[in-house]
């Protein structure tokens, strides 16, 4: 038996793999088997390597195995893995909170989790316990866009407007109002925001958006004005803003945080994925002076809240040398030449067969295929196959086929990677 029986057969017999329909997974699927990864390349069993498209679920935003960031992980591994955040300080969380609130003007705190659904999760009962103990106790729904995604927890999936992640779930979610994205488009969708923000401020603990750009939902982009005029609002209706900066933040859109193309600063924001370069699961929320002071006085007013990895001294460690390399390597400076070359392809995409629509912004590229904008349409399963023969790994949305390549990913790379999306489209 090959290596690669091996592992499939028991990867079959006993795996549940995510956002998969395993009998199709079992009984149709050939899935690639990753033994290493270097850079934007992954590396299957047999030697065989595939330009990773998405940078590995969006968080691998400084490629796979930075040499700087395995040091970092290697000696922080071998002085202290983990300790309660319970009653203890550590360097590591202490200078990663100054570090990362030092690029992020207007907060003053930092709430550590695992994840960018704990992230999200964290900032929802944040919002909701901020006002049941500061006189607005009936301040307990949510407003969002359909269309967004903001994690699979319960909380998350609450505030999400996927209606095929929510499905299952429907009757047991937190109350969240919602304003169409599919009908009008975002102009229309933000205008509805807005009155329903004004007709319900009353009862709203904080409407919660994706800035710039619904990644899930297939790489929908806004413009920034409509972001700046929802800030507006919840600033005058005093209804928290919560920018889900889990896939934008960064430097994924342009600049660190995709909120910054609109120059507004929302009052929770929350980050995971480049936070440690998809080397580690940890997340941070970062909230105002405000809000942290909401939350001060006696034991009633203690979020209670916290999960065994908080703040936990490897990630910490990684995510402080994350920020160093960003700067050092001069990460989002030098990214704007590759943004370039994708705006630049995607804009020559129009023209393929059967391109409906191509947009870009920042180190994102998406295009459209014709047909329904259904999530679960198959017709990108045949551009990912096309793709894989060519040796590029690829994750479409349903009829959207997108890049969200590492950030420095080679020039050479990245042109190989934008010949095989031209080239899978057409075959496909
Ligand atoms: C905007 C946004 N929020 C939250 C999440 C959830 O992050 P995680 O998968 O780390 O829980 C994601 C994941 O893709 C996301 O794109």
Redesign the pocket.
């Known amino acids: 038996m090959t290596l690669r029986d091996d592992i499939l057969s028991r990867d079959r017999a006993h795996v549940w793999h995510p956002y998969t329909q395993m009998q199709e997974y079992l009984e149709r699927t050939e899935p690639l088997v990753i033994q290493s990864a270097q850079g934007s390349r992954f590396v299957d069993v047999n030697g065989r390597s595939y330009l990773d498209a998405n940078a590995s679920?969006?968080c691998s935003l400084l490629g796979h195995q930075h040499p700087r960031l395995v040091k970092a992980l290697t000696e922080q591994a071998a002085q202290l893995c983990h300790v309660p955040l319970a009653g203890i300080a550590h360097e590591q969380s202490a200078l990663l909170a100054s570090e990362l609130l030092a690029r992020a003007p207007g907060f003053s705190r930092v709430f550590y989790s695992d994840?960018?659904?704990t992230a999200?999760e964290v900032s929802l009962k944040l919002a909701l316990q901020y006002w049941a103990q500061n006189g607005r106790p009936e301040r307990k729904r949510f407003l969002a866009l359909t269309g967004s995604?903001?994690?699979?927890t319960m909380g998350?999936v609450s505030v999400s407007g996927i209606e095929v992640f929510r499905q299952s779930f429907g009757n047991v979610l937190l109350e969240c109002l919602r304003a169409p994205t599919d009908a009008g488009g975002y102009e229309q969708a933000f205008e509805v925001l807005g009155q329903l923000l004004a007709a319900h401020a009353h009862e709203l603990a904080a409407v919660i958006v994706?800035p710039m750009v619904q990644?899930?939902l297939g790489m929908r982009m806004y413009r920034p004005e409509l972001l700046r005029a929802l800030r507006e609002l919840t600033t005058k209706h005093d209804v928290f803003l919560i920018c889900?900066e889990?896939?934008t933040g960064y430097g994924r859109t342009g600049p660190f945080w995709a909120s910054e193309h609109a120059g507004i600063t929302a009052d929770i924001v929350?980050t995971?994925?480049g936070f440690t370069a998809g080397m580690m699961p940890m997340a941070a929320t970062l909230v105002t002076e405000r809000i942290f002071e909401g939350f001060l006085g006696d034991g009633e007013r203690t979020f209670y809240y916290g999960h065994t990895f908080c703040g936990n001294p490897l990630g910490a460690g990684l995510a402080r040398e994350v920020l160093r390399v960003y700067t050092d390597e001069r990460v989002l400076e030098l990214a704007q030449g590759k943004a370039a070359r994708i705006g630049a392809a995607f804009e020559r995409f129009r023209d393929l067969p059967d391109v409906v629509e191509t947009r870009s912004l920042g180190m994102i590229g998406a295009l459209d295929l014709a047909g329904s904008k259904h999530y679960l349409e198959p017709r990108g399963k045949r551009v990912y196959a096309e793709a894989l023969r060519r040796g590029a790994y690829l994750r479409p949305l349903g009829n959207t086929i997108y890049i969200a390549p590492s950030l420095n990913i080679p020039d050479t790379d990245l042109d190989e990677l934008l010949g095989i999306v031209e080239d899978s489209v057409r075959a496909a």
């Open positions: 679920w969006w994840n960018g659904s999200v995604y903001h994690g699979d998350c994706e990644g899930s889900d889990v896939f929350c995971a994925k």
